[in-house]
């Protein structure tokens, strides 16, 4: 699996860090995976008016959902005057379209930049191993790395679950979401090292344990 990045430029470099670090962020919280949207979805509006390769490919691919989520935007602009709580709805409203500016750049560096999928594929599978060593050491001795207790259905001592990381019950449903696109990348990738040592089907097989 070659991860040479000479052909890179710094800022190309900088936008495929971002990626491979989003889903890092997810478990840190909300504010650094909202920063991250928010710095892509400007680069992605830079790009659009910069960038006639980008721009050139975004029309190609995609000039039929960008209609589709205009639409989908306006409705969501228009029923926001008829919202009875104004003040709290507004920049949510607004600021919506930067999920799918967001989406825009990192399909676009997923065609263009082969090796983005490497390196996500890389973190996305870190990111699992971590959350598995932390949650074992949170269900064994009752914290995890950062000290947060284990939790407990109803009474305590009772039957428990661990958290790792998130503050809630988000640990399931966050490995849920993104064990599929980890197995989607393995697919995606012509590797011989892959399909030598059968990693695909072993990680299709886990996913559905």
């Known amino acids: 699996m070659s991860l040479d990045t000479k052909g890179l430029k710094f800022k ?9 670090l989003f889903p890092w962020a997810i478990v840190s919280g ?37 209609v589709y989520f205009l639409l989908f935007y306006l409705i969501i602009i228009l029923s926001f005057f008829n919202s009875t709580k104004i003040e709290s709805s507004f920049l949510p409203s607004v600021f919506y379209i930067r999920f799918f500016l967001f989406s825009l750049i990192v399909v676009y ?6 090796i983005v999928i490497k390196f ?25 790395l950062i000290g947060l207790n284990v939790s407990f259905f109803g009474e305590k001592d009772s039957l428990k679950y661990v958290t790792s990381f998130f503050s809630d019950k988000r640990l399931g449903s966050f490995t849920a979401r993104i064990l599929p696109i ?19 089907e072993l990680i299709i097989l886990i996913s559905f344990i």
């Open 12 to 20: 190309d470099k900088l936008i495929v860090s971002l990626i491979c």
């Open 30 to 66: 909300p504010f650094l995976s909202d920063a991250i949207v928010t710095i892509l979805s400007i680069y992605c509006l830079f790009a659009i008016f910069i960038n006639k390769e980008f721009l050139k490919f975004t029309k190609k691919t995609f000039s039929k959902e960008i």
């Open 109 to 114: 560096f997923f065609f263009s930049k082969k």
């Open 120 to 144: 996500l594929l890389i973190s996305l599978i870190l990111l699992f191993f971590v959350l598995l060593v932390d949650a074992l050491i949170q269900y064994t001795f009752g914290k995890n």
């Open 182 to 200: 980890c197995i989607t990348l393995i697919l995606i990738l012509e590797n011989n090292f892959i399909k030598k040592n059968y990693l695909k």
